[in-house]
Each structure stands twice: as structure tokens, then as C-alpha cells.
């Protein structure tokens, strides 16, 4: 059966944890290497992954890339407006021609039920690459930064401010997978999709949600923050000011438990949804999140080619 990765649950919580097992694994055995160089035992060799674009992109589009030549296989990078689909062709055409070229396909949409529709007609591994319900590959590449910090998953704090959006859809889809717990700051109206939230109570994880920023950053072992408007979203300025009680500063930071780290998945709109001061100081490993996307992205690759 060929394995997607739409979301988290496709894969379950003992293969998320396999593939951040091999993530360590592979990061550790091509320390200080060039990161073009391909790793000694190059598993996908061969395999092209075939990326489409409907929204901007640096660090899914790089790291894709990236993981592709260092697991000896290499990718295609396509704008959705610049191919057949954007003048109509359907996305199950589309899905179907792709499959006969390419041996995987990875989407960035808009609309998460266009990558529901490309994975039911192709033949080959579709993965998810943002959708406006979600951002798995971005949430391993979260837990991979976590646990190279020596925090352990299971009973985990995780504090999330500012909009219920498509990155938080995914760590609270994580959270029911493997047992950790998160705290949602964020204003009325804004709450994230109750049921990814449903899905995770009922998987053992306390998901609560406050109004007041700093109780929900109170103890917190992880402070996680994204943008206050995402890609295609309107009402910017309602937006902005509905979650800027939100704002992850050092008074926040300070709320949060001793020792803990800061995550954005990036890019940053420093002074809106974070400070200079929280983003480049001492508790963020926002760079090592970013730089994660590539291991974390080699082991879901390697898992949708059924080698984990
Ligand atoms: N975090 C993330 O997905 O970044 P890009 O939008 O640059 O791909
Ligand atoms: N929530 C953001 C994430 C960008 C990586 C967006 O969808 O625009």
C-alpha cells in the first residue's frame, strides 16, 4: 500500500518516533559534511521527489531539496502557477501523470482537501507540505529540536500562543501521538480546529486553552509562537490586534519554567508575534528548528518509501 504522509496519524506515534530516532541517527553520522554530499548508504538513490508550489516557500522547498540529494535521490520544484494545473488541468490528472514520472510528490496548497484529491489518485508517496489545515513535516522537525535539547516527549509542556492555525493543528495532532501536553494562549475567535484537539484528549494529551497569555505559558518546558496572519488569510489588521496581548517578549519568556526553549517555525515578523529579544536570544533554537527540516524531512521520506 503506498504510504502518504498528510498528517501525523497517517503514520501513528511509533513510526513519528522511529523516524526521529533515524533523524538523530543520520544527523549525528554526517556531522561537519557539505551538506550536498550524499550520506554513505544513500537510500533513495535514484528517486526523484517532484514538489508543487502553491504558496511561497524558502525553508520547505530548500530542505526538501536538500534532504533529497543527501539521501542520493535529487527533486523537482515546480509553481503550481507555471504548470497545467494552474490553467485547469485536474489535480487527479495531474496526480496520475506525476506518478509516471516522478516517484514521490510533495504539495504546499491552500486547500488541504487538493491534497486529500492528489493522494487518492496517485500511485506514488504523497506528503504534505502545508496545507491551510496543517504542517506535519514543520511539527518533526519541532520535536527533533526538542529532544536535542534533552527534554523527553512524554509529559512534555508545550505553550502555544497567538492564532489557532495550521502549525498548532499539527503539535496538538503530535501532542495525542506522544503523550505531551499543550497550553494554547490565544484570543476568542481565533481557537485552533477542535477536532485535532477532540483527537488528542482522546489520546491521552491535556490540550487547555487560555485567554490570558501568561497563563499559558506558566511553567512551560517549550514556547512556541508563529505568525499572526498566514499565507492567504485576510482581516490583517483585526488579526493583529486581537493577538497582540500574545506577544512572546522576555516578560513572557519569563513566565515560562527555567530552562525553557523558544520555537517559531519561521519566517518571523520580529516586534508583532516575537521580539529581537526572544527570537535571537539565549532560549531560542530557532535555527537549529529550521536546520532541522532537513533531517527531520530525510526519515519521512525514508518512512513513505516503507525503509523505517
Ligand atoms: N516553516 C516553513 O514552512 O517555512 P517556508 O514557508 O519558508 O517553507
Ligand atoms: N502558519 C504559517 C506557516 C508558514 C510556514 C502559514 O501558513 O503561512
Redesign the pocket.
Known amino acids: 500500500m503506498t504510504r502518504h504522509f498528510l498528517n501525523l496519524s497517517d503514520a501513528g506515534g511509533d513510526a513519528v518516533a522511529a523516524m526521529l530516532n533515524d533523524a538523530l541517527g543520520r544527523k549525528a553520522a554526517r556531522l561537519g559534511w557539505p551538506m550536498g554530499r550524499s550520506d554513505a548508504d544513500a537510500p533513495l538513490a535514484g528517486r526523484v521527489l517532484a514538489m508543487i508550489f502553491e504558496k511561497n516557500s524558502t525553508r520547505t522547498r530548500v530542505s526538501f531539496d536538500m534532504a533529497m540529494r543527501q539521501l542520493g535521490g535529487s527533486a523537482l520544484v515546480m509553481e503550481s502557477g507555471s504548470m497545467q494545473l494552474g490553467r485547469g488541468e485536474t489535480i487527479a490528472d495531474t496526480a496520475r501523470v506525476l506518478s509516471r514520472m516522478a516517484d514521490a510528490i510533495m504539495l504546499r496548497t491552500d486547500d488541504h482537501a487538493k491534497l486529500e484529491e492528489l493522494a487518492a489518485h496517485a500511485s506514488v508517496p504523497v506528503i504534505n507540505g502545508?496545507t491551510d489545515q496543517s504542517?506535519p513535516c514543520?511539527i518533526m522537525a519541532d520535536l527533533l529540536t526538542v529532544i536535542e535539547q534533552g527534554k523527553a516527549l512524554p509529559g512534555l509542556e508545550v505553550a502555544w500562543l497567538g492564532d489557532g492555525?495550521?502549525?498548532l493543528n499539527s503539535i496538538v495532532e503530535a501532542a495525542g501521538l506522544l503523550k505531551f501536553n499543550v497550553r494554547i494562549g490565544v484570543p476568542e475567535g481565533y481557537d485552533s480546529d477542535p477536532v485535532f484537539v477532540e483527537r488528542a484528549q482522546a489520546g491521552g494529551a491535556s490540550i487547555a486553552v487560555y485567554r490570558d497569555p501568561r497563563m499559558a505559558v506558566a511553567g512551560a518546558d517549550v514556547v512556541v509562537t508563529?505568525?499572526w496572519v498566514?499565507?492567504g488569510q485576510t482581516g490583517g489588521e483585526a488579526r493583529i490586534a486581537a493577538m497582540a496581548p500574545f506577544q512572546v517578549n522576555e516578560a513572557l519568556m519569563a513566565a515560562a519554567a527555567p530552562g525553557a526553549v523558544f520555537l517559531h517555525?519561521?519566517?518571523a515578523h520580529r516586534g508583532e508575534e516575537v521580539t529581537d529579544a526572544v527570537i535571537d536570544g539565549a532560549q531560542s533554537v530557532v535555527w537549529d528548528e529550521a536546520e532541522n527540516r532537513i533531517h527531520a524531512q530525510k526519515s519521512v521520506l525514508r518512512w513513505t518509501f516503507g525503509q523505517l
Request: glycine share 0%; with cysteine.
Open positions: 502545508l504542517h514543520q492555525n495550521n502549525v508563529d505568525t498566514s499565507m517555525c519561521l519566517p
